[in-house]
């Protein structure tokens, strides 16, 4: 289990995210959280390359920052509709544009994550599909004065007031929070093995 794999670990959450903190808390980690001071850019790629890239470059900001024996987590969310990106939106007036585009539609959400660790890292992604009901203005003005979409991936939180929105979430839900948990343990028993050969 993870928290028995990084029971002997200094791990180093490179992200200030409420999210990931609560879920690595949940999971009996030990951490120390350091944020990466980077700007996440949109592009041409595919989102899930971008995401891994984010995360890629997460992890090198905080490795070169604590000792080489810290195991280095960090991680990027991004939300796509038709492969159009939906980052954090800039003001209330984006939040709002984001969730009439995501009004009774699906979409996915990809997390990347890089785990550093004795210079070597492992990258992997994370796909779930999320499907939002009808939203009308009201519901769309009403969410947005909550504060919530202001600091997330297309706007919109599925572990808060956005969760009354989701008719269907297909694949991993703590994908969708910020943090694929499954993908995270393959992840780590793969690195601590290779630790091992």
Request: charged share 20%; net charge negative; proline share 5%.
């Given at each position: 289990m993870i928290h028995e794999l990084l029971h002997y670990k200094k791990v180093?959450?490179?992200?200030?995210?409420?999210r990931r903190k609560e879920l690595f808390s949940l999971l009996g980690i030990s951490f120390?959280?350091?944020?990466?001071e980077l700007?996440?850019?949109?592009?041409?790629?595919?989102p899930q390359t971008q995401a891994m890239q984010n995360a890629l470059r997460k992890a090198q900001i905080v490795k070169d920052k604590v000792n080489k024996?810290?195991?280095?987590?960090?991680?990027?969310?991004?939300?796509?509709?038709?492969?159009?990106?939906?980052?954090?939106?800039?003001?209330?007036?984006?939040a709002g544009k984001y969730l009439r585009l995501?009004?009774?539609?699906?979409?996915?959400?990809y997390t990347g994550i890089c785990i550093y660790y004795n210079d070597l890292?492992?990258?992997?992604?994370?796909q779930t599909f999320v499907t939002f009901a009808e939203l009308s203005e009201a519901e769309i003005n009403s969410?947005?004065?909550?504060?919530?979409?202001?600091?997330?991936?297309?706007?919109?939180g599925i572990q808060g007031f956005g969760a009354q929105f989701i008719?269907?979430?297909?694949?991993?839900?703590?994908?969708?929070?910020?943090?694929?948990?499954?993908?995270?343990?393959?992840?780590?028993?793969?690195?601590?093995?290779?630790?091992?050969?």
């Open positions: 180093i959450l490179a992200s200030l995210s409420p120390t959280a350091i944020p990466a700007e996440e850019t949109i592009n041409n790629e595919a024996d810290a195991l280095v987590v960090s991680a990027d969310t991004l939300v796509a509709l038709d492969n159009h990106i939906l980052g954090k939106p800039a003001n209330a007036e984006e995501l009004s009774g539609r699906s979409h996915s959400v890292a492992e990258i992997n992604y994370e969410y947005i004065a909550t504060g919530e979409p202001l600091d997330k991936a297309g706007a919109y008719t269907k979430v297909e694949g991993c839900y703590f994908n969708v929070m910020g943090f694929p948990i499954r993908l995270f343990y393959n992840m780590l028993k793969t690195i601590l093995g290779k630790e091992e050969l």
